[in-house]
C-alpha cells in the first residue's frame, strides 16, 4: 500500500469521483483510476459503488476513510516537523465547529492558539447537523469538532469553551414591550428559522411550539448570516446569540426571552489520536477553559 494510493483514494471520496480528485490532484483520470484498482486489490474489497458518474464508498470504503486521514495528517505532521527548526509544533488543525456556536468564542481560541503556535495551520469548517460531531471525528474528516451539548461518543474527550444564550431578534419598527418576553407573548410576526435537523435551533422552534404559540414561518435557511439579513430586511424574526444580537441593536428590534434559552458548548476530540498539533491545540483550549473558569 503507498502512500499516493491513499491520497487519491481520500481524492476520490472528497470530490465524489475520479474526474473532481484528478483534477484537485493535477493527475490523468487514468491515472487515479489506476491507482484505485491497485489499492482494491491489495486490500481485497471493493472500495467504492459506482452511481452513474459518481462514486461513493463502499462499507469498507468507510471503514478506510477515518485511519487513511489519520494517516496524511500524521505524514503532513512529519514532513513539516522536518522542515522545521525547533521544538515547535507544525503542521495543520483541522477543526469542524457548528455555525450556531458563537463565532467570537471560536475565533478567541483559534487566535488564542495561532498566538503561541504560529507554525500550525487551522483549517476550520462547518458541522452541518451537530448529531453527526462523534461521526466526524471516529471517520477521521477533522480533530475537533465545536457543537452543543449533549453528544455522543463514550471514546471521546471534551473541553467546555462556554455557554451561549439566544435572543429574539425583530425587524426594525416592530412593536415588543421591553426587557425579556415571555415564550407566549412573542410578536405574532413571521420568523426566519433554519430547517429541522437536530440543531438547537430546532430545539428552540420546538420550545415555542410547546408553549402554545404558533408563528407563521417565512424562510428557513441554514446560514446565520443569511438569517440576519433577512430580519434586517424586514422579512421576519429570529432567535440569535446573544453576541450577534447586541452587535445589531442599534439596527433591530433586540430582546431576550423568557424561560431563557441557553446552551453548553464544547470542543470534542479523541485523545489517543492526536496529532502533535492537535495536541497542542487541545493544551491551549484547555488553558482558556481553565482561566475563563477562574475569572468567572
Given at each position: 500500500?503507498?502512500?499516493?494510493?491513499l491520497?487519491?483514494?481520500?481524492?476520490?471520496v472528497?470530490?465524489?469521483?475520479?474526474?473532481?480528485?484528478?483534477a484537485?490532484l493535477?493527475?490523468?483520470q487514468p491515472?487515479?483510476?489506476?491507482?484505485?484498482r491497485?489499492l482494491?486489490?491489495?486490500?481485497?474489497v471493493q472500495?467504492?459503488?459506482?452511481?452513474?458518474?459518481?462514486?461513493?464508498?463502499?462499507?469498507?470504503?468507510r471503514?478506510?476513510?477515518?485511519?487513511?486521514?489519520?494517516?496524511?495528517?500524521?505524514?503532513?505532521?512529519?514532513?513539516?516537523a522536518l522542515?522545521?527548526?525547533?521544538?515547535?509544533?507544525?503542521?495543520?488543525?483541522?477543526?469542524?465547529?457548528?455555525?450556531f456556536?458563537?463565532?467570537g468564542?471560536?475565533?478567541?481560541?483559534?487566535a488564542?492558539?495561532?498566538?503561541?503556535?504560529?507554525g500550525v495551520?487551522?483549517?476550520?469548517?462547518?458541522?452541518?447537523v451537530?448529531?453527526?460531531?462523534?461521526?466526524?471525528?471516529?471517520?477521521?474528516?477533522?480533530e475537533?469538532?465545536?457543537?452543543?451539548?449533549p453528544?455522543?461518543g463514550?471514546d471521546?474527550?471534551?473541553?467546555?469553551?462556554?455557554?451561549?444564550?439566544f435572543?429574539l431578534?425583530?425587524p426594525?419598527?416592530?412593536?415588543?414591550?421591553?426587557?425579556?418576553i415571555?415564550?407566549?407573548?412573542?410578536?405574532?410576526?413571521?420568523?426566519?428559522f433554519?430547517?429541522?435537523?437536530?440543531?438547537?435551533?430546532e430545539e428552540?422552534e420546538s420550545?415555542i411550539?410547546?408553549?402554545?404559540?404558533?408563528?407563521?414561518?417565512?424562510?428557513l435557511?441554514?446560514?446565520?448570516?443569511?438569517?440576519?439579513?433577512?430580519v434586517l430586511a424586514?422579512i421576519g424574526?429570529?432567535?440569535?446569540?446573544r453576541?450577534?444580537?447586541?452587535s445589531?441593536?442599534?439596527?433591530?428590534?433586540v430582546r431576550?426571552?423568557s424561560?431563557?434559552?441557553?446552551?453548553?458548548?464544547?470542543?470534542?476530540?479523541?485523545?489517543?489520536?492526536?496529532?502533535?498539533?492537535?495536541?497542542?491545540?487541545a493544551d491551549?483550549?484547555?488553558s482558556?477553559?481553565a482561566q475563563?473558569?477562574?475569572?468567572?
Amino acid at each position: 500500500m503507498e502512500l499516493r494510493q491513499l491520497e487519491y483514494f481520500l481524492a476520490v471520496v472528497e470530490h465524489g469521483g475520479i474526474g473532481g480528485a484528478s483534477a484537485s490532484l493535477g493527475v490523468t483520470q487514468p491515472t487515479v483510476s489506476q491507482a484505485l484498482r491497485a489499492l482494491e486489490r491489495e486490500v481485497g474489497v471493493q472500495l467504492f459503488h459506482r452511481i452513474g458518474r459518481g462514486m461513493v464508498p463502499s462499507s469498507a470504503g468507510r471503514a478506510l476513510v477515518g485511519s487513511t486521514r489519520q494517516i496524511m495528517r500524521d505524514v503532513a505532521a512529519v514532513d513539516d516537523a522536518l522542515s522545521a527548526a525547533g521544538d515547535e509544533p507544525t503542521g495543520r488543525v483541522d477543526v469542524l465547529a457548528s455555525p450556531f456556536i458563537d463565532g467570537g468564542a471560536v475565533i478567541d481560541l483559534v487566535a488564542g492558539f495561532r498566538a503561541r503556535h504560529p507554525g500550525v495551520t487551522v483549517r476550520l469548517g462547518d458541522l452541518r447537523v451537530e448529531t453527526q460531531a462523534s461521526a466526524m471525528i471516529e471517520e477521521g474528516r477533522c480533530e475537533f469538532v465545536i457543537t452543543h451539548l449533549p453528544t455522543v461518543g463514550d471514546d471521546l474527550d471534551m473541553i467546555v469553551l462556554g455557554e451561549q444564550e439566544f435572543w429574539l431578534v425583530c425587524p426594525p419598527g416592530t412593536e415588543v414591550p421591553d426587557g425579556p418576553i415571555p415564550i407566549a407573548d412573542l410578536p405574532r410576526i413571521p420568523m426566519v428559522f433554519v430547517p429541522r435537523g437536530g440543531s438547537v435551533a430546532e430545539e428552540i422552534e420546538s420550545a415555542i411550539r410547546e408553549s402554545g404559540v404558533r408563528l407563521p414561518i417565512a424562510v428557513l435557511s441554514d446560514h446565520r448570516e443569511q438569517r440576519l439579513s433577512m430580519v434586517l430586511a424586514g422579512i421576519g424574526a429570529t432567535l440569535l446569540e446573544r453576541r450577534v444580537a447586541e452587535s445589531v441593536a442599534d439596527r433591530a428590534v433586540v430582546r431576550p426571552v423568557s424561560p431563557r434559552f441557553a446552551r453548553t458548548f464544547a470542543m470534542i476530540f479523541d485523545p489517543g489520536g492526536l496529532s502533535v498539533a492537535g495536541q497542542a491545540f487541545a493544551d491551549v483550549a484547555r488553558s482558556m477553559a481553565a482561566q475563563r473558569a477562574v475569572q468567572e
